[in-house]
């Protein structure tokens, strides 16, 4: 699995070129990952896929989330949605047009604390919101599964 440690220094209305800033994960204690309990969802039109979690979830700095992912996109956008921000925003990014490897899982660790998140999310096509370029011809991702191995 490809394990990426995404870091912010300060928070940008454009996250554009933010996945040169992956690194490899730092080895930090954490549980073993548990499956995210809720509704999985996608749209072709819009080239994304989620879960609607069961219960609004906080999320601490050093998560990490396990996403298994299908279809045809070679780079993704990750989203944690917390609750009170529409869902047709960009709001709760943590990881900006990241390289989707050949078995489609990947390991993203949350870079902030985001809270009462209730829906996590990946979105492919060529230009997520208008504000993420992922490159010409990039195609849609669904999500398959999500995963939680909390810092400890």
Same mark, same amino acid.
């Given at each position: 699995m490809l394990k990426l440690t995404l870091a912010l220094a300060v928070a940008t209305p454009s996250l554009i070129g933010m996945a040169s800033a992956i690194a490899p994960a730092q080895s930090a204690p954490?549980? $073993?990952?548990?499956? +995210?309990? &809720?509704? !999985? &969802?996608?749209?072709? @039109? #819009?080239?994304?896929? #989620? !879960?609607? +979690?069961a219960v609004p979830t906080d999320f601490a700095r050093g998560d990490r989330l396990v996403l298994r992912t299908a279809g045809p996109a070679a780079r993704i956008v990750v989203r944690l949605l917390s609750k009170g921000e529409p869902p047709d925003s960009s709001a709760g990014v943590i990881a900006a047009c990241i390289a989707v490897p050949t078995n489609r899982i990947l390991e993203v660790v949350v870079p902030e604390a985001h809270r009462s998140v209730i829906q996590v999310s990946v979105h492919g096509l060529e230009n997520p919101w208008g504000k993420y370029d992922c490159g010409r011809g990039n195609g849609r991702v669904t +999500? @398959?599964? $999500?995963?939680l191995a909390r810092v400890k």
């Amino acid at each position: 699995m490809l394990k990426l440690t995404l870091a912010l220094a300060v928070a940008t209305p454009s996250l554009i070129g933010m996945a040169s800033a992956i690194a490899p994960a730092q080895s930090a204690p954490q549980s $073993a990952a548990v499956p +995210l309990v &809720g509704k !999985i &969802g996608s749209s072709s @039109e #819009w080239g994304s896929g #989620w !879960i609607d +979690l069961a219960v609004p979830t906080d999320f601490a700095r050093g998560d990490r989330l396990v996403l298994r992912t299908a279809g045809p996109a070679a780079r993704i956008v990750v989203r944690l949605l917390s609750k009170g921000e529409p869902p047709d925003s960009s709001a709760g990014v943590i990881a900006a047009c990241i390289a989707v490897p050949t078995n489609r899982i990947l390991e993203v660790v949350v870079p902030e604390a985001h809270r009462s998140v209730i829906q996590v999310s990946v979105h492919g096509l060529e230009n997520p919101w208008g504000k993420y370029d992922c490159g010409r011809g990039n195609g849609r991702v669904t +999500l @398959e599964s $999500a995963s939680l191995a909390r810092v400890k």
